[in-house]
């Protein structure tokens, strides 16, 4: 199989497009590892295997020390690095000060740095690769989650001059998301009508399912990418089909 034997570790992979992302790499032959403040409500598997699950808060680096050291302890590589926790509430800037915005910078931009810099040897030891989690809010204005689109801008940067810095031994790529089906989708979209309205703004008339991402994830990190690196690959459906479109009062029938 495509990553028989190769180590990956999924950082927030119990629920969400985390528990898809491990899904996709336990299909593709490799053990897994996620990990989390608290455990899966159900374990996470596919393919008749299971995802090995370890504590931790990843916002504290002796945490992180500690993680990858149990990782050593049970299979002494680590190959693939999914930097996937990350996330942020609803809040209008005017509606926070600035220390509770660096909190969300801190989730979605020092924890993948703080983790990756500790995997980095390991990494190096296996010309193993990182894959960052971004987001099309990092492209576009994300009114409401203005610090996580530019935590997720700058995680896209820093994976860029970490394919630099960390090559020829380590690839180092972004998978830039949009919309993706999980279990907190209604806290976003509303109840399953909200999710299905949501899903008509995109081309392809549907949120991402958590399995597809892991897909995309496992392709940058086999050998069918050995050439990627420093990439951002979109994971959007298509996109957004551009708002003046739509109210424009000539050609409107595409
Ligand atoms: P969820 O909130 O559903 O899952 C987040 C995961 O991260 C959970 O496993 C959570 O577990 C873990 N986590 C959060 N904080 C920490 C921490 N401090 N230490 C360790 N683990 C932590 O998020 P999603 O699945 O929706 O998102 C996953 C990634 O995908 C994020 O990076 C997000 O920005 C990105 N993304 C998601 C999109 C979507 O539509 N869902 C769109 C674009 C990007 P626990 O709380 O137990 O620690």
Redesign the pocket.
């Given at each position: 199989m495509e990553l028989d034997g190769r180590v990956t570790v999924v950082?927030?992979?119990?629920?969400?497009?985390?528990a898809g992302i491990a899904r996709a790499f336990l299909r593709a032959g490799a053990h897994v590892v996620v990990?989390?403040?608290?455990p899966p409500d159900e374990p996470v598997a596919a393919a008749g295997r299971t995802a090995v699950f370890e504590p931790?808060?990843?916002?504290d680096p002796a945490a992180v020390d500690d993680l990858l050291a149990r990782v050593d302890a049970r299979f002494g590589r680590l190959d693939v690095l999914v930097n996937?926790?990350?996330?942020s509430p609803y809040r209008l800037l005017g509606e926070g000060d600035a220390a509770r915005h660096a909190r969300v910078v801190e989730?979605?931009l020092t924890?993948p740095l703080t983790v990756s810099l500790a995997a980095h040897a390991r990494l190096r030891a296996a010309h193993g690769s990182v894959v960052m989690?971004g987001?099309v809010s990092g492209t576009r204005p994300s009114p409401g989650t203005a610090a996580y689109g530019a935590a997720k801008a700058g995680l896209a940067n820093l994976a860029r001059s970490m394919a630099v810095e960390w090559a020829p031994e380590v690839r180092v790529n972004t998978l830039v998301?949009?919309?993706?089906r999980?279990?907190?989708s209604h806290l976003h979209y509303g109840d399953a009508d909200g999710v299905a309205a949501v899903g008509r703004t995109v081309p392809l008339g549907r949120l991402a399912e958590p399995d597809e991402i892991g897909e995309a994830a496992v392709f940058l990190a086999s050998g069918r990418a050995g050439y990627v690196s420093g990439a951002s690959l979109l994971v959007h459906g298509g996109g957004e089909r551009p708002a003046f479109l739509d109210a424009a009062t000539v050609n409107k029938e595409s």
């Open positions: 950082t927030g992979g119990t629920r969400g497009v985390g990990c989390a403040r608290r931790a808060d990843l916002r996937n926790a990350g996330g989730l979605n924890l989690i987001s998301l949009g919309m993706v999980t279990e907190l």
